[in-house]
């Protein structure tokens, strides 16, 4: 049997950055699959530049759901209870994303605590494509 580790984290802590491998062709097509989210956009080069665009650019909530991986570790001790993302930046293929988050506070609630944090995920450049904020409740003991 093992025991976890209490969660305490304070206003100002930072979760550990993750920096992912680049983005490929097939991530992106793996993702339109998975979403149904079949924009030529992100998988055609040619649609792509039709619409104006460098290249194919990934799906805005897969650049999301990288930035929900910052909470995986901690998924024995809550969830998610919510997230919103604003998208400010293009990832084209080959993009680097390192994603990170800081607590911004804590309050309790009924089933514990939740916890606020600012996420963000930079691209290799160090531009930030998409911030935002999510609510995690660490479950009372």
Do not use: C
Not at 18 to 32: E, N, S
């Amino acid at each position: 049997m093992t025991t976890k580790a209490p969660i305490s984290w304070k206003p100002g802590d930072e979760l550990p950055s993750i920096t992912l491998p680049p983005v490929t062709r097939l991530d992106l097509i793996k993702y339109a699959g998975a979403s149904g989210d079949f924009n030529p956009i992100h998988t055609i080069d040619e649609e792509a530049a039709r619409a104006g665009l460098p290249g194919v650019i990934a799906h805005g909530m897969l650049t999301m759901a990288v930035m929900g991986r910052l909470f995986s570790p901690y998924l024995e001790h809550g969830f998610i209870k919510g997230f919103q993302t604003r998208f400010t930046g293009m990832v084209l293929v080959g993009d680097v994303l390192t994603v990170g988050g800081k607590v911004l506070g804590v309050e309790s609630a009924e089933q514990g605590d939740l916890y606020s944090f600012d996420v963000f995920a930079r691209n290799q450049k160090g531009e930030t494509v998409a911030s935002g904020k999510v609510e995690f409740l660490v479950y009372r003991d």
